[in-house]
């Protein structure tokens, strides 16, 4: 093999680690400080588009088990952990937006392996409390059903974040 050869592939490799330390630099940096959250609009946290056009109500759900009510006038105000380290756990919901995840930061605080940094959002949009996926790695489970946009919570209706249950109750 001629010297520059063996030149080009020296370097070769000496780009690849390169680019291999900045894969894993870039993947702690998103795991330990966790990604952007995008912020709602004033307006559409009041209950109007930002164009100021009123929003509609939210479309009912496409099933509602026995026993399950859909939260309209009447809000749930608490969520249950039904499943998990923390089961038996209540908060006491209000009328801000709460944050679930691993995060010191959360309002509900879930520690497990499956559950992102910022993993789901719960917030108060009118009178029915919307459930949004914050772009977590395992995804965010309503009522069996993967959430990939912001969707109205069925009181009683099981929400699966990692490997933890819980649900609003009234």
Same mark, same amino acid.
């Given at each position: 093999?001629?010297?520059?050869?063996?030149?080009?592939?020296?370097?070769?490799?000496?780009?690849?680690?390169?680019?291999?330390?900045?894969?894993?630099?870039?993947?702690?940096?998103?795991?330990?400080?966790?990604?952007?959250?995008?912020?709602? %609009?004033? @307006? !559409?946290? /009041?209950?109007?588009? &930002?164009? +100021?056009?009123?929003? %509609?109500? @939210? !479309?009912? /759900?496409?099933?509602? &088990?026995? +026993?399950?009510?859909?939260?309209?006038?009447?809000? /749930?105000?608490?969520?249950?952990?039904?499943?998990?380290?923390?089961?038996?756990?209540?908060?006491?919901?209000?009328?801000e937006p709460l944050t679930i995840g691993r995060s010191s930061e959360s309002g509900l605080v879930i520690r497990d392996d499956y559950t992102s940094t910022q993993h789901a959002r719960l917030m108060l949009w009118g009178q029915q409390w919307m459930l949004e996926d914050l772009d977590s790695t395992n995804g965010t489970w309503h009522d069996g059903q993967r959430v990939s946009t912001p969707v109205p919570v069925l009181v009683g209706a099981p929400i699966k974040v990692g490997a933890t249950t819980f649900e609003l109750r009234k």
């Open positions: 093999m001629s010297e520059l050869t063996l030149l080009l592939l020296r370097i070769g490799f000496l780009l690849l680690l390169w680019c291999f330390v900045f894969a894993v630099v870039y993947s702690l940096r998103a795991d330990l400080f966790g990604v952007r959250v995008r912020k709602m %609009p004033v @307006a !559409a946290a /009041a209950g109007t588009h &930002p164009t +100021g056009t009123p929003l %509609p109500d @939210a !479309a009912p /759900a496409p099933r509602t &088990p026995a +026993g399950i009510t859909k939260a309209t006038t009447d809000t /749930a105000d608490r969520i249950v952990v039904t499943s998990g380290p923390k089961a038996g756990m209540e908060l006491p919901l209000g009328t």
